[in-house]
């Protein structure tokens, strides 16, 4: 028999109220006096602020240590996070931690497999014991456990500053409506898009032993945080858009804040690991394609597909390794103090020599791969 489901109250009181208020009041708003320049420019600010706060520093910061992070930096995170309404860092943490140690179980907080909805917010209403655990690193950190302490209070003294622009500028019923209101709505449903619909549409491009997928539709939603397949594969990687063309501003925030020192010591994964994985991926698919035809004509096909793709896996793989030694050379050579321009000249020629060799033996593995794909799904076609 099914365990009845019980709601806390306070949650479920907050989630739908905010929602059904923004529902009534936004279209009133805009029917009765339209949108003012200065309700959607703080609109626009709270969410944008405060949405990162959550994106860099709840979850990229806080949850995965995916870069370091100067006092202050930390502190204003902490306090524009709050404003979120979606709990403290630390537990936001250990919820997020657990999600990704058990993901798509049943001791995943907000699993997928018990539904869109669940996963979206019906987790948020339930009445159930989640104890804070696994943040042992973060409970050292005297202003994560100060927000801990204090989340609510700190929350409301953000969340209603735009009361405050509201007050000046004669419009406290607009910067309610919008500043408020329509923020918490729009910071609370961005935020749980990643748990439900990262989860059920788009592509597995890095890894398909998760649910998780790349949507390139919720990264602007989401302040890049929609290439979930990405994160899930490498979910300490300070990035979650990590290719230059995909959007990130969440990336790009941090990159600025590296620029003036304010944040560093980025942790990401190399090129060469994503793209052995997404060679994998695909040699997979391809080979679960080729299973379903003519075992006949494919069985010589797969045998290729194969090879190849090891071939182009083991030079990807030195070529990684390196890129490794060098930088450690570099780092010894550094500890030596000022080299003889002689010897470093030497070791220069060295790499270089060698990252040729590397390189042509990559592009040689690139062009056999592409050889056997191209058969692979020449013969998939006429089958």
Same mark, same amino acid.
């Given at each position: 028999?099914?365990?009845? #489901?019980?709601?806390?109250?306070?949650?479920?009181?907050?989630?739908? +109220?905010?929602? =059904?208020?923004?529902?009534? &009041?936004? *279209?009133? #708003?805009?029917?009765?006096?339209?949108?003012?320049?200065?309700?959607?420019?703080?609109?626009? /600010?709270?969410?944008?602020?405060?949405?990162?706060?959550?994106?860099? +520093?709840?979850?990229?910061?806080?949850?995965?240590? @995916?870069?370091?992070?100067?006092?202050?930096?930390?502190? !204003?995170?902490?306090?524009? +996070?709050?404003?979120?309404?979606?709990?403290?860092?630390?537990?936001?943490?250990?919820?997020? #931690?657990?999600?990704?140690?058990?993901?798509?179980?049943?001791?995943?907080?907000?699993?997928?497999?018990?539904?869109?909805?669940?996963?979206?917010?019906?987790?948020?209403?339930?009445?159930?014991?989640?104890?804070? @655990?696994?943040?042992?690193?973060?409970?050292?950190?005297?202003?994560?456990?100060?927000?801990?302490?204090?989340?609510?209070?700190?929350?409301?003294?953000?969340?209603?500053? *735009?009361?405050?622009?509201?007050?000046?500028?004669?419009?406290?019923?607009?910067? !309610? %409506?919008?500043?408020? %209101?329509?923020?918490? %709505?729009?910071?609370?449903?961005?935020?749980?898009?990643?748990?439900?619909? /990262?989860?059920?549409?788009?592509?597995? *491009?890095?890894?398909?032993?998760?649910?998780?997928?790349?949507?390139?539709?919720?990264?602007?939603?989401?302040?890049?945080?929609?290439?979930?397949?990405?994160?899930?594969?490498?979910?300490?990687?300070?990035?979650?858009?990590?290719?230059?063309?995909?959007?990130?501003?969440?990336?790009?925030?941090?990159?600025?804040?590296?620029?003036?020192?304010?944040?560093?010591?980025?942790?990401?994964?190399?090129?060469?690991?994503?793209?052995?994985?997404? !060679?994998?991926?695909?040699?997979?698919?391809?080979?679960?394609? &080729?299973?379903?035809?003519? *075992? /006949?004509?494919?069985?010589?096909?797969?045998?290729?597909?194969?090879? /190849?793709?090891?071939?182009?896996?083991? @030079?990807?793989?030195?070529?990684?390794? #390196?890129?490794?030694?060098?930088?450690?050379?570099?780092?010894?050579?550094?500890?030596?103090? %000022?080299?003889?321009?002689?010897?470093?000249?030497?070791?220069?020629?060295?790499?270089?020599?060698?990252?040729?060799?590397?390189?042509?033996? &990559?592009?040689?593995?690139? =062009?056999?791969?592409?050889?056997?794909?191209?058969?692979?799904? =020449?013969?998939? @076609?006429?089958?």
């Amino acid at each position: 028999m099914t365990e009845a #489901r019980r709601w806390d109250l306070l949650n479920t009181l907050f989630l739908t +109220g905010t929602l =059904a208020l923004a529902l009534m &009041l936004v *279209p009133w #708003r805009l029917a009765t006096v339209g949108l003012r320049w200065s309700e959607a420019l703080v609109f626009l /600010a709270m969410t944008f602020t405060i949405g990162t706060a959550i994106t860099a +520093g709840y979850h990229r910061l806080f949850s995965h240590r @995916a870069y370091k992070a100067t006092k202050a930096v930390r502190f !204003l995170f902490l306090c524009l +996070g709050a404003a979120a309404f979606e709990n403290s860092a630390l537990k936001w943490s250990s919820d997020h #931690r657990v999600h990704h140690q058990h993901v798509d179980t049943d001791q995943d907080p907000y699993s997928i497999r018990h539904g869109f909805w669940y996963a979206h917010w019906t987790w948020v209403m339930e009445s159930r014991d989640l104890p804070i @655990a696994g943040v042992a690193d973060l409970e050292k950190d005297p202003l994560v456990r100060w927000q801990h302490r204090n989340h609510f209070l700190i929350g409301a003294v953000v969340a209603t500053l *735009p009361l405050w622009i509201g007050l000046a500028t004669g419009n406290l019923l607009g910067h !309610l %409506v919008f500043g408020v %209101v329509l923020r918490i %709505v729009t910071t609370h449903h961005t935020t749980f898009l990643i748990n439900s619909a /990262a989860h059920k549409f788009g592509s597995r *491009p890095y890894t398909d032993a998760n649910t998780a997928r790349d949507n390139w539709l919720l990264a602007p939603l989401t302040y890049g945080e929609g290439f979930h397949n990405f994160h899930h594969q490498w979910q300490w990687d300070y990035r979650n858009g990590a290719l230059w063309y995909q959007w990130d501003t969440t990336k790009w925030l941090l990159s600025v804040l590296g620029w003036l020192g304010l944040v560093g010591q980025f942790r990401r994964v190399s090129t060469e690991a994503m793209i052995r994985a997404r !060679l994998l991926m695909e040699e997979k698919r391809l080979r679960e394609r &080729l299973l379903r035809a003519n *075992p /006949a004509v494919t069985t010589v096909l797969q045998a290729r597909l194969g090879a /190849a793709r090891l071939q182009l896996d083991s @030079a990807l793989a030195s070529l990684h390794e #390196r890129h490794e030694a060098w930088s450690h050379k570099k780092a010894e050579w550094r500890a030596k103090g %000022v080299a003889k321009a002689e010897a470093w000249q030497a070791v220069k020629a060295e790499r270089r020599a060698a990252l040729a060799q590397h390189r042509l033996e &990559l592009k040689t593995a690139w =062009a056999e791969w592409k050889a056997a794909r191209l058969e692979a799904q =020449a013969a998939l @076609a006429y089958v």
